[in-house]
C-alpha cells in the first residue's frame, strides 16, 4: 500500500475567499482533516471551512492540553505540549500509512507561528509532507488598515506581545515600521512599551482582521483588552518618489 501524504494546508486570515485555489481544492477533496483547538472550543482553523467539507468527511481535533494555564516558562509547559505533539504526530502517520491523505488546517500560514510547525519538524522524516503556503494574518491586517505597511528602504520588524516589556519598547523605538502579534493578556504591557518608544500616536490596533468581526482602532482608543485575533500596527513612512 502506497502511504497517503500530509498536506499543511494554509488557510489565510479567516475569510474562505481569500484561500488560495490549491488550498480549497485540497479542504474540499479531503477524506481527513485535522486540526487545533483548545478544549470546548470549536477552533478557528475549522470554523474557516464550515460549509465546506465533503459529506463523509472524517475529522481529527487535535485539542491542546495547556494554552494559558501555565507560564511559558514552567517545565511543566514545554513538556506537555511535547508529549501533545508526539501524540498527534503518531495519529496522522497511522492514517498514513493506511494510504489515507490527511489535511491539516492551519490559520493563516503554515510556517508562520503556527502549531504545525512542530508537527512538520516531527513528521519530515517519517512521512511525505507538503505545505499549502497562506496569507498570513498580518497582511490581512495592514490590508484592513488601508495603509501600505512599508515604504522603500523601512525595515518591518515583526514581535511577539508575550516579549519583555524592555525588550519591546526597544525594538519598537528601533524600528521603521511594526507588527506585533500574540497580544490578547499583554495589550497593557504593549501599550506602555509604545508609548515609552514614544510612538502611540502611529500605533494601530487591527482585531479579527478579514473576518465579519474586522475592527481597525487607533491603540490610544482600544478596548482594555484585546482579543485573540489581534494584531498591533505602526506603518513604515519611508522613502516614495
Known amino acids: 500500500m502506497t502511504p497517503g501524504t500530509i498536506h499543511g494546508v494554509g488557510l489565510g486570515?479567516?475569510?474562505?475567499?481569500?484561500?488560495?485555489?490549491?488550498?480549497?481544492?485540497?479542504?474540499?477533496?479531503?477524506?481527513?482533516?485535522?486540526?487545533?483547538?483548545?478544549?470546548?472550543?470549536?477552533?478557528?482553523?475549522r470554523k474557516i471551512v464550515e460549509g465546506m467539507l465533503r459529506a463523509d468527511v472524517c475529522e481529527h481535533a487535535m485539542e491542546y492540553p495547556v494554552t494559558t494555564e501555565i507560564p511559558v516558562s514552567d517545565p511543566r509547559y514545554n513538556q506537555q505540549l511535547a508529549a501533545f505533539y508526539a501524540r498527534c504526530v503518531d495519529h496522522l502517520r497511522a492514517l498514513t500509512r493506511n494510504g489515507e491523505d490527511v489535511v491539516v488546517l492551519?490559520?493563516?500560514?503554515?510556517?508562520?507561528?503556527?502549531?504545525?510547525?512542530?508537527?512538520?519538524?516531527?513528521?519530515?522524516?517519517?512521512?511525505?509532507?507538503?505545505?499549502?503556503?497562506?496569507?498570513?494574518?498580518?497582511?490581512?491586517?495592514?490590508?484592513?488598515?488601508?495603509?501600505?505597511?512599508?515604504?522603500?528602504?523601512?525595515?518591518?520588524?515583526?514581535?511577539?506581545?508575550?516579549?519583555?516589556?524592555?525588550?519591546?519598547?526597544?525594538?519598537?523605538?528601533?524600528?521603521?515600521?511594526?507588527?506585533?502579534?500574540?497580544?490578547?493578556?499583554?495589550?497593557?504591557?504593549?501599550?506602555?512599551?509604545?508609548?515609552?518608544?514614544?510612538?502611540?500616536?502611529?500605533?494601530?490596533?487591527?482585531?479579527?482582521?478579514a473576518m465579519p468581526e474586522q475592527r481597525v482602532t487607533r491603540l490610544c482608543d482600544a478596548a482594555a483588552v484585546a482579543p485573540y485575533f489581534s494584531i498591533l500596527l505602526i506603518h513604515g513612512q519611508g522613502r516614495r518618489p
Open 13 to 45: 486570515p479567516g475569510a474562505t475567499d481569500l484561500m488560495s485555489v490549491r488550498a480549497d481544492r485540497l479542504v474540499r477533496q479531503a477524506r481527513h482533516i485535522a486540526y487545533f483547538r483548545k478544549a470546548g472550543r470549536a477552533g478557528q482553523a
Open 106 to 209: 492551519c490559520e493563516g500560514d503554515p510556517f508562520f507561528y503556527g502549531s504545525f510547525m512542530h508537527l512538520y519538524t516531527r513528521l519530515q522524516a517519517q512521512a511525505e509532507v507538503q505545505i499549502v503556503p497562506g496569507i498570513t494574518g498580518m497582511s490581512g491586517a495592514w490590508t484592513a488598515s488601508g495603509a501600505p505597511i512599508t515604504w522603500g528602504d523601512d525595515v518591518l520588524t515583526v514581535l511577539m506581545g508575550t516579549m519583555p516589556e524592555d525588550d519591546l519598547t526597544r525594538r519598537i523605538r528601533d524600528t521603521d515600521a511594526l507588527v506585533v502579534m500574540k497580544i490578547g493578556r499583554h495589550l497593557d504591557k504593549l501599550r506602555r512599551a509604545v508609548a515609552a518608544a514614544g510612538r502611540t500616536d502611529a500605533a494601530w490596533l487591527v482585531e479579527y482582521a
